[in-house]
């Protein structure tokens, strides 16, 4: 079910998912999700970059071809892909019986006058823009919020694994969750984490502190993450070569953690 404000999230919400985009929660913690809801719980989804840019955002030639790689109309408002892509995530939430919401930060290609983030090194790899550290604070303080109303609810965040610019911005904000006595678990970022065998523990490094895993067993529902994870088509191509390629690179990295039989995991890191 579909949520339409920070004020709809209950009590009956007791492990909360924190997705920089669309994607990114399916893609990692799919199989958690459908252990969750199978053994009756209500986790929630929230986008917090699921903002739609004004219809005069100019776009830069980088986010142009990213545009054009997702198959997006060039003859349709700029918007018109993010609502696509709001289509895709309800249809893989709704598959996963899960609960979302929609924040309205813009996605980082559509923030700055001129462009902030104009080549991919930038986008993934470099350093969040000065002016986007409101960000940060602001989300920071309605996690905060949160929090108060509900003490009890687990927390799942981004390692920031490969570095994307607004999966940095959701670690840290949900690092100052960790700083306030919750639970956190921050989580693998698929697809990033197969791009560069020694980025993950480069991530755990950069953060500073120590951290232990945590392992959700979820063979069962790894047929489940897959087929959420199909819902979101403009971005298949975009991260894999096709759907065969994304379902054996999730069957094989989950397998990975620990390659005993028929084994699928997903893992987590629990700070200390």
Sequence with gaps: MRLTSLNDI??????????????????????????????????????VFGGIPAPDTQLS????????????????????????????????????QADYLWLDYLDAPYRGTPAYYTTEEALIGGEVHSSDLWIDKNLAEDLLALRSRLPDAVWYAPLGIGRHVDHQIVCSAADRLVQSGAKV???EDFPYVLRNPQARDARLQELGQ???????????MLPLRQTAADKYETQTLVNFESQAAMHAEMARYTHSIRPVETVHLERYWQPR
């Design 10 to 47: 209950t009590t009956k919400h007791r492990h909360i998912f924190l997705s920089p985009h669309f994607d990114d929660v399916i893609y990692s913690c799919g199989g958690t999700l459908g252990v969750q809801v199978s053994s009756g719980l209500r986790p929630l989804v929230l986008t």
């Design 61 to 96: 030639s980088y986010a142009t071809a990213m545009h054009r790689e997702m198959g997006a109309d060039p003859a349709k408002a700029v918007g018109n892909i993010v609502e696509v892509r709001r289509q895709e995530d309800a249809a893989a939430c709704d598959f996963l």
């Design 185 to 187: 678990y921050f989580y």
């Design 210 to 220: 120590g951290f232990d895993p945590v392992l959700v067993e979820m063979s069962e």
